[in-house]
Each structure stands twice: as C-alpha cells, then as structure tokens.
C-alpha cells in the first residue's frame, strides 16, 4: 500500500483564517500529547485498534441482534447502514479532498503510539466517522442502546488524538460527517418512532397496575416461554396459560368467561384467534408479540413486555378497525391482510413443508413452486367482469411506503380497506415483482389499487383457497369483504404520558 498523501502538490497560499485555525489545532494537538491521560494508557490504544475497518462496531451489531428484540435488531442494522455510508463517503471523498498530513509524533509518548501507523490522510478521522455514524444510527431507532453504545463511540473518537494519528479537528469533522451519515440513512428509512401509529381514538379501559383481571393466553409452541415470563415480572398478578396451538381457541374461550382483560401472546394467527373472542364477548385485548413477524403488534406500536405493561398498568389503550368476510356460510375476521390467489397457495404449500424443514426455507420452497406454476389461482367477477388474478391482496387499512421502508399501516382506524389486485397472464414471478416494485401506485400493467370499505367478489370457484392473518380457509360463490369500524379496543402505550 501507498500513502495517498501527494508530497509533489503545490503548498497552498498563506490565508490568515485558516493559519490561525491549524495553529490553533496543532497547539491542542500538543496539549492532549503533554496531558497524563488517568487509565487511557491500557484502554484507549487497544479500543483505537480494534474499530479498525469497523470491526468493533460489526460486533456490536452482533451483540445487539443476539438481545432478540425489534428494536434492538433495528438499531444495530440502522447502525452498520449509518456507518457503510459514512465510510464509503470518507473513503471516495473526504480523504482525496483535503490531502492533509498525519500529525508529527514528536510529542506523543511512545507507549501510546500505536504499533502500525496507517499511512493514509488525516482529514477527516475515519474512525471518529464510524463511531458516529454507528452511535448516531443507534441511537435515532434506540435512545436505549444509543445510550450503551455512545460512551464506547466518544472513546474511539478521543483515542485518535490520544495515540497521535489525528488532530482535535480531524475527530470533529469525522464526527460531524459520521453524524449526518446517520440522519441521511433515516431520512431513507424513516425509524419506527417517524411512523407511529396516532394514538386515536383512544378507548377508556381498566387500569390494572399489578396485572389483577389480566388473563394471558400464550402459544406455547411460538417460543413464548421467556416473554411470559417477563410478563409475570412486570404484572405479577396476571393470569398466565399456556397452551398448544390446537389448545388456543379453547383457553381464549375459557379466559374470556371471568377476564376483565383478554390477553394473548403468540403470532399474528393466535391474536386472530384472540381479537374474534374479545370482539364476542367485549373485552379490550392486550397483545403481546409472540411470533414470526407481529404485524399487528408492531404496527399498533407494542413491541415486547415494556410496552404492554406499561399500557396495562396506566390504563392507555385505542379502538381500532377490524376487517371480516364471509362466503357461503364461511366467515371470519382479520387484523392484517386477507388475500385470494398465489398467497394462499404459498401458505399451504408452506405449512406442508415447514415441520420437515423449517419455516423459512419452506417459504422459499413453497415460493419457487407456486411461481413456476403456470396456471391461474384465481377468477373472479370484478366490476362485471370474470378476470384472471393472480393475486387479490386486501389489508386492514392503508399500507404506505414512506422511502425505501417496506409498507406499513400508520393508522389503524383509517375505516379503509387496502385493496391490490395483480392481473392474471403470463410470467406470474415478472407480475408479482413489477407490483411490488409499483408500491404506492395506483396503477400499472400488472397492478391495481383502490381503497374501498366494502368489497364484493362474485363467480368464486368452489375450494378457492382464502388467507388470513396466516391462516387459510375454502371459500365459494361469493366472497363479501368489509371493514368494522373502531370495533376492537386494543391496549397500546400512548406517547406523552
């Protein structure tokens, strides 16, 4: 390797502002040299090293995604994005802009020094970037985990002046850049604190601050287990059952005849299961996510144990819309999407492979399958006419997509619902993909979209398979899909209190 400091450039003119501010950092370059640094000497060296190429801060990411919850596996994404951008910017940018030279090591203590000196230019601190960039990320999607990990990212800023390879403003200007790395990566994909849910139409319900008239009914079978107990630790009086999935609908029933509160844990087909009991019987639901993916959870803004004893405890709960259909005796409810074509197919295919070979790579499996086949899932009577779909998506509520984020619902009682119809032809995998890619517009070659309230298929064939909420059912003849407005009271912590 080559230092990238050009020794044959041209010495820039004198200018007195910009002599007067290196002269000034030099002299607190000097300062921190001639300073005793109280237990730095075993410390800041060693943490100088190890965030080379960002190894200190990948491990971190790893740290954080091993805690197992959502926010903290969005931080430590946001986090390494924040810092990829940051150093592809130092390093195709800053560090050929200003050409300036490492600090001379006459003043630095040789047992700070460290053992191999980089040799490329010294404005602005890559490293000062990352660690900002890392911390910033962190702490925009976790104030929590931004305050664990700020701390360790001032260190590695401060250890670059410490051991000599940088000045005071080298640090700063890296720190700076790292920083707004951060908040341009946000501004791509908005955090979830941006995309809340409005706390409306909020619902008068129980307070319960030790948990007394909660009953929780947990699926045993989606790893529950360590929630529950979180949950016995936050609302000690609680009721807690757990139960096998075939067990689900059976205990929802038995907690809801002496439940002031019905509670469920579990993913989103158990929380259907629950929002269909506590929709019969009255009750406000709480809901704690227990599954793959926790649509509903998430998007009501309830992501672990923290969130739902808080509202439990002060009482703070929504009323939000519920979608249902019926179809030839057939009904049902549903909180999420509700679907007619490839997906339930998917999710069949899926369900036959996923005790064999996993969850995930039965998705894939079932995915490639349903793809390659070359018929059409569904026909339907649409607006008069019988078309070939391949695809009748239907969600409860307006899915959005805010930058590059994958669509989410920012308002659960919006009384919509989301209908994407992708046309029937040739190529099903093109059709699907160019859908996706067309995200919030209302129409392409293969995709359409409207949001209506009530939806009416007629010509259904007998046997259509019909999803929901990750669950599938038959269906015939004809299809009704509509939306219940405010009728589901759902715990949720409200911001501001």
């Not at 009721?239 to 038995?254: F, G, Q, S, T, Y």
């Not at 999407?337 to 894939?364: F, H, M, N």
Request: hydrophobic content about 45%.
């Amino acid at each position: 390797m080559t230092p990238d400091v050009d020794l044959t450039a041209l010495k820039p003119g004198r200018h007195a502002v910009r002599d007067a501010l290196l002269a000034l950092d030099c002299r607190l370059f000097e300062f921190a040299a001639e300073r005793n640094w109280p237990l730095a000497e075993p410390v800041l060296p060693r943490l100088s090293r190890s965030a080379n190429h960002g190894v200190l801060w990948f491990a971190a990411g790893a740290v954080m995604a091993a805690a197992r919850t959502p926010r903290a596996r969005r931080a430590a994404a946001r986090g390494l994005a924040s810092l990829s951008l940051a150093s592809l910017t130092i390093n195709t940018l800053g560090k050929r802009s200003v050409r300036r030279p490492r600090p001379v090591l006459d003043a630095v203590p040789a047992v700070r020094r460290l053992k191999r000196q980089p040799i490329t230019t010294s404005f602005p601190s890559g490293h000062a970037a990352s660690a900002a960039a890392f911390a910033t990320g962190v702490a925009l999607e976790s104030p929590a985990w931004g305050a664990a990990v700020g701390p360790v990212a001032w260190s590695v800023a401060l250890s670059r002046v410490y051991t000599g390879v940088h000045f005071p403003s080298d640090v700063v200007a890296g720190a700076l850049l790292g920083a707004g790395a951060a908040f341009a990566v946000r501004g791509l994909v908005p955090t979830r604190a941006q995309l809340g849910t409005p706390p409306r139409p909020r619902a008068e319900v129980p307070a319960l601050p030790e948990g007394e008239g909660l009953v929780m009914v947990a699926n045993s079978a989606a790893g529950t287990a360590e929630r529950v107990r979180a949950l016995q630790a936050a609302l000690p009086q609680a009721e807690l059952v757990e139960c096998r999935p075939a067990d689900m609908r059976a205990e929802l029933e038995k907690a809801a005849t002496h439940a002031r509160v019905l509670g469920v844990c579990g993913g989103d087909g158990s929380v259907n299961a629950a929002a269909e009991v506590a929709l019969r019987h009255g009750l406000p639901l709480a809901v704690l996510p227990g599954g793959t993916l926790n649509h509903f959870a998430y998007d009501l803004g309830v992501e672990g144990v923290n969130d739902l004893g808080r509202a439990v405890r002060d009482g703070e709960a929504v009323r939000v819309d519920v979608g249902r259909f019926h179809s030839a005796g057939t009904q049902g409810v549903f909180l999420n999407t509700c679907s007619l074509g490839v997906y339930p197919e998917l999710v069949r295919v899926r369900d036959q492979w996923s005790k064999r070979i996993g969850g995930w790579s039965a998705g894939v499996l079932a995915a490639l399958r349903v793809l390659r086949a070359d018929r059409h899932p569904l026909e339907a009577e649409f607006d008069g006419r019988t078309r070939p779909l391949w695809l009748l998506f239907v969600g409860n509520g307006t899915y959005h997509r805010v930058g590059l984020a994958p669509g989410r619902r920012l308002d659960l009682a919006d009384g919509q619902l989301d209908v994407r119809v992708v046309h029937g032809g040739r190529r099903p995998a093109t059709r699907l993909l160019a859908a996706a890619l067309a995200g919030p517009l209302t129409r392409s070659p293969a995709h359409a979209a409207v949001q209506v309230s009530r939806l009416r298929l007629a010509g259904v064939a007998p046997g259509t398979l019909l999803a929901y909420d990750g669950e599938v059912t038959e269906v015939a003849s004809e299809v009704t899909l509509e939306k219940l407005p405010e009728a589901l009271t759902v715990y949720r912590p409200l911001p501001g209190n």
